[in-house]
């Protein structure tokens, strides 16, 4: 039997991590990024994100099969309930339910800081092409977040036009008397 474990990525982390994602980078349109960012480029991305964020990785018997971070919504001060989520998997750790469980232990994580919006942006398809399909619209909301918006042909790659949707799931009470967020 496989032992599965979230812990917290290091800088450590990116050399794998950024494999993960160079994947998406060069065979996809998930992410809009063209060139792989270099290793030492990756691993201040994720000291960046830990000063005040969770960022988060997923092991299989070892070995890293997936990460998940948090960082600002909007950056402004009135926005620090709110944050954007990001994950991605290698492809051998697709449909095997380890995606549910790192977002998952990323919006406790998220909640437990006193985070109470939670919101994606997706690369969306008008048409499903070898490069982009509706998968991750489909995790999301199969996880509780709503669509609530759509840009329409913003982003250009592979020589095709895509739309980028958000999604958004409301994690806690919003009250008049707000504590702050502990970052």
């Not at 160079?22 to 830990?50: C, D, H, M």
């Not at 995606?99 to 048409?127: C, F, H, Q, V, W």
């Amino acid at each position: 039997m496989s032992t599965i474990v979230t812990r917290d990525a290091a800088p450590e982390d990116a050399e794998r991590i950024l494999e993960i994602y160079g994947y998406y980078v060069k065979n996809t349109a998930i992410t809009f990024e063209y060139e792989v960012p270099t290793l030492s480029e990756f691993q201040k991305r994720i000291e960046n994100t830990l000063k005040r964020y969770p960022y988060l990785v997923i092991e299989q018997d070892g070995i890293i099969q997936g990460y998940a971070y948090a960082g600002p919504f909007i950056g402004r001060a009135a926005c620090d309930w709110s944050c954007e989520m990001t994950i991605y998997l290698c492809q051998a750790a697709l449909k095997r339910g380890l995606g549910r469980k790192l977002y998952e232990t990323l919006e406790d994580r998220l909640r437990n800081m006193g985070i109470l919006n939670l919101y994606a942006s997706i690369a969306y398809p008008e048409t499903e092409d070898e490069y982009l399909n509706r998968n991750s619209a489909g995790f999301h909301a199969h996880l509780g977040f709503t669509k609530v918006g759509e840009f329409h042909k913003c982003g250009y790659k592979f020589g095709r036009w895509y739309h980028l949707i958000w999604v958004e799931k409301i994690i806690g009470i919003h009250k008049p008397d707000q504590a702050p967020v502990k970052f």
